[in-house]
């Protein structure tokens, strides 16, 4: 079995930075894509972006491109999400997830291993 915490969430004001962190605890999570979700209230949940399991490639949804970067280390099954320039419309539970299948999915149904979330709340 494979649990994933997330961490690193709070409060931030319009323009500033948050980075986030994912660690996976259990089973070794470091042949696993790994992906970042978010869901604001009233919404479906949403892709962020995925990192594969060489931690060379990367893939973003198109509001987090050039914002967002996620990195790994595989060495401690930890996953980070880098947010900059945060807008209010960045306000969400973020959530990070694992492929056991190690495919490059942008859905939900694509990942089989989920964290607890954490809030992330931008104000202007």
């Known amino acids: 079995q494979v649990q994933l915490v997330e961490s690193g969430g709070g409060l931030v004001q319009a323009g500033g930075s948050l980075r986030l962190s994912c660690a996976a605890f259990g089973r070794t999570v470091s042949s696993y894509t790994r992906g970042w979700f978010r869901q604001a209230p009233g919404k479906e949940r949403e892709f962020v972006g995925a990192i594969w399991s060489s931690g060379t490639s990367t893939f973003y949804a198109d509001f987090a491109k050039g914002r967002f970067t996620i990195s790994r280390d595989s060495a401690n099954n930890t996953v980070s999400l880098q947010m900059n320039s945060l807008k209010p419309e960045d306000t969400a539970v973020y959530y990070c997830?694992?492929?056991?299948?190690?495919?490059?999915?942008?859905?939900?149904?694509?990942?089989?291993?989920w964290g607890q979330g954490t809030q992330v709340t931008v104000f202007s």
């Open positions: 997830a694992a492929d056991s299948r190690r495919n490059f999915g942008t859905t939900r149904y694509d990942y089989d291993y």
